[in-house]
């Protein structure tokens, strides 16, 4: 069983930074691919950025160049530094960890971006 928890979620301002960190419970974490999605209000939910477990990386093009996934195969966290915040990236940001044929989600960390 796979357990996510996301922290680091709160009020920044736009031009802001913030990290989020996802901490991951369970067993061979390195084998799983990494994700960070965002739900606003009325939303779907979407894709921001994805890292494979060997360090791939993919990112939403809204957020190329702004977020950087990462992650810590030893501490078995994933993270996502923002920068250069704007009010749109306000959302609730959720971690996800996927094998293919299983996905796991965490409960999600709201971040809002004030104008």
């Known amino acids: 069983q796979v357990h996510l928890v996301e922290s680091g979620g709160g009020f920044v301002q736009s031009g802001g930074s913030r990290k989020l960190s996802c901490a991951f419970s369970?067993?061979?974490?390195?084998?799983?691919?990494m994700a960070w999605y965002r739900q606003a209000p009325g939303n779907q939910r979407e894709l921001v950025a994805r890292?494979?477990?060997?360090?791939?990386?993919n990112y939403a093009d809204d957020v190329k160049g702004r977020f950087t996934i990462s992650r810590d195969n030893d501490k078995n966290t994933a993270s996502l530094q923002m920068n250069s915040l704007k009010p749109e990236d306000t959302a609730v940001y959720y971690c996800?960890?996927?094998?293919?044929?299983?996905?796991?989600w965490g409960q999600g960390t709201q971040v809002t971006v004030s104008s």
């Open positions: 369970g067993i061979a974490f390195r084998i799983y691919m």
């Open positions: 996800n960890a996927d094998l293919g044929a299983r996905a796991y």
């Open positions: 890292i494979s477990g060997n360090g791939t990386t």
